[in-house]
């Protein structure tokens, strides 16, 4: 049985690019490039790279880069229009649960919840930051997003969601947050690249950063 990740991604991949939380993708790779000191030597691995947008704008600059993302339908579109702009990206279909890379990277990036914290299970969570650690040569650097456990807090999730245009193309029903799971459950009602209208019922992990000690 598909999971919700699964079936929201499928003939999805002309939605995505138009969805407003890819428009930074030229200030994030700003950042990154300032991360690994404009090192154009890098070896990068993008962990749930979607369409391509950080591994297309990191091959511009010079950048070595391997994408990997779970869904077909998104990588087809990656390479579309990697062919396009002449750009040369090792994409692949892989699970980040299951990555059997090794210290072969410089720097690994997973951003805006790509694989991870969509899984069913925190253990599931937890293989993909070892995965990811486990690519990276010794001194590499990880660099990923989550969703923030403060927000739910005190703010309503579906508020926030829908006062920000987070998601243009996904509507958002019946939230939940677990306080002690510190997941949020809902529905979500998109439409693929095809019109066809999917309901699914997801779930996602929200983590909050463990203070250092001594602070």
């Not at 980040?96 to 694989?115: H, I, K, P």
Request: net charge negative; with cysteine.
């Amino acid at each position: 049985m598909k999971q919700w990740y699964e079936e929201l991604f499928e003939n999805y991949g002309l939605k995505y690019d138009a969805e407003v939380y890819t428009k930074g993708t030229v200030g994030e790779c700003d950042f990154i490039e300032q991360e690994i000191n404009y090192n154009k030597k890098a070896k990068i691995l993008d962990i749930g790279c979607g369409t391509g947008r950080h591994s297309r704008e990191l091959a511009k600059r010079g950048y070595r880069v391997t994408g990997i993302d779970l869904s077909e339908s998104l990588l087809n579109r990656a390479k579309e229009i990697a062919a396009k702009e002449c750009l040369s990206i090792d994409y692949q279909i892989q699970d980040a649960r299951s990555l059997t890379f090794s210290n072969e990277y410089d720097l690994a990036v997973m951003l805006c919840e790509g694989s991870f914290p969509l899984m069913e299970t925190d253990e599931m969570n937890y293989q993909i930051l070892q995965n990811a650690a486990s690519a990276l040569k010794d001194g590499g650097k990880f660099i990923f997003t989550t969703l923030n456990g403060l927000l739910p807090l005190s703010h309503s999730v579906k508020d926030f969601l829908t006062e920000n245009d987070y998601d243009e193309n996904a509507n958002y029903d019946n939230n939940s947050f677990d306080l002690n799971t510190f997941r949020n459950y809902s529905t979500i009602c998109v439409e693929d690249d095809s019109g066809n209208k999917k309901t699914l019922q997801c779930n996602e992990r929200y983590y909050v950063r463990r203070k250092s000690p001594g602070c």
